[in-house]
């Protein structure tokens, strides 16, 4: 499979662009820094120049198009302010989704993240965060002619992944490593049966592979 990540230098991207290399997909990496793209290419992903906080739909659609996935992994990160917040924790992902849905690929995953709710409160910076996530995830969940999953993980470390995950709707707070992460989205890319849900994912005792079954009803 052909599948293009936004944000594709993050942690998470890196992660899952060597899982999906190793497994004999083609990534493609979506990243705003020319200097990052030996990173991915060593990755096992093709580099793709392009800032999603000024790009047209037109232009993200071209870069989709004859994917049969995306997945959007992007994030202002930490010591951003609110305002980066809102265009790339909520534009970027209404703009990837809208260029998806342009360019017709179907199976869209969103690493989102636990606690994002539109109607959250508060004028901090990581209150904003989280209202921000909220509202891309509504508007993504509006999208039916998207196989949408969204995904929302624990507090994220960079200790070695272990395999081991809860993977339900309404998982309950922990944490995870980021290996984990992006092991749980290769495996749900491989499979359509998840569209449609709102998945938390923190460090548990289920092998990935059958989390993800479970989920999917398999």
């Given at each position: 499979?052909?599948?293009?990540?936004?944000g594709?230098?993050?942690?998470?991207?890196?992660?899952?662009e060597?899982l999906?290399?190793?497994?004999?997909?083609?990534?493609?990496?979506?990243?705003?820094?020319?200097?990052?793209?030996d990173?991915l290419?060593?990755?096992?992903?093709?580099p793709?120049l392009?800032?999603?906080?000024?790009?047209?739909?037109?232009?993200?659609a071209?870069?989709?198009?004859?994917?049969?996935?995306?997945?959007?992994?992007?994030?202002?990160?930490?010591?951003?302010g609110?305002?980066r917040?809102?265009?790339?924790?909520?534009?970027?992902?209404?703009?990837?989704?809208?260029?998806?849905?342009?360019?017709?690929?179907?199976?869209?995953?969103?690493?989102s993240?636990?606690?994002?709710?539109?109607e959250?409160?508060?004028?901090?910076v990581?209150?904003?965060y989280?209202?921000?996530?909220?509202?891309?995830?509504?508007?993504?969940?509006?999208k039916?002619?998207?196989?949408?999953?969204?995904?929302?993980p624990?507090m994220?470390?960079?200790?070695a992944?272990?395999?081991?995950?809860?993977?339900e709707?309404g998982?309950?707070?922990?944490?995870?490593?980021?290996?984990d992460?992006?092991a749980?989205i290769?495996?749900?890319?491989?499979t359509?049966?998840?569209?449609?849900l709102?998945l938390?994912?923190?460090?548990?005792?289920?092998?990935?592979?059958?989390?993800?079954?479970?989920?999917?009803?398999?």
């Amino acid at each position: 499979m052909r599948i293009v990540i936004a944000g594709g230098h993050g942690q998470i991207a890196m992660r899952l662009e060597r899982l999906l290399a190793a497994s004999g997909h083609e990534p493609v990496g979506i990243i705003r820094k020319p200097e990052h793209g030996d990173d991915l290419r060593e990755a096992g992903a093709e580099p793709c120049l392009l800032d999603l906080e000024s790009a047209s739909v037109e232009e993200v659609a071209a870069v989709l198009q004859g994917a049969d996935a995306a997945v959007f992994a992007a994030g202002a990160g930490p010591g951003s302010g609110t305002e980066r917040k809102k265009t790339v924790d909520r534009d970027s992902a209404i703009l990837f989704a809208d260029a998806a849905e342009r360019a017709r690929v179907r199976r869209h995953i969103v690493v989102s993240t636990m606690g994002g709710d539109p109607e959250h409160r508060g004028d901090e910076v990581f209150d904003v965060y989280l209202r921000m996530k909220g509202e891309a995830d509504a508007y993504i969940r509006d999208k039916e002619t998207l196989d949408w999953t969204i995904l929302r993980p624990g507090m994220l470390t960079n200790d070695a992944g272990t395999g081991l995950v809860r993977l339900e709707a309404g998982a309950g707070r922990g944490t995870i490593p980021r290996d984990d992460v992006a092991a749980v989205i290769a495996e749900l890319l491989e499979t359509s049966a998840t569209a449609g849900l709102v998945l938390d994912v923190i460090s548990g005792n289920v092998p990935v592979a059958v989390a993800v079954k479970a989920v999917a009803g398999n």
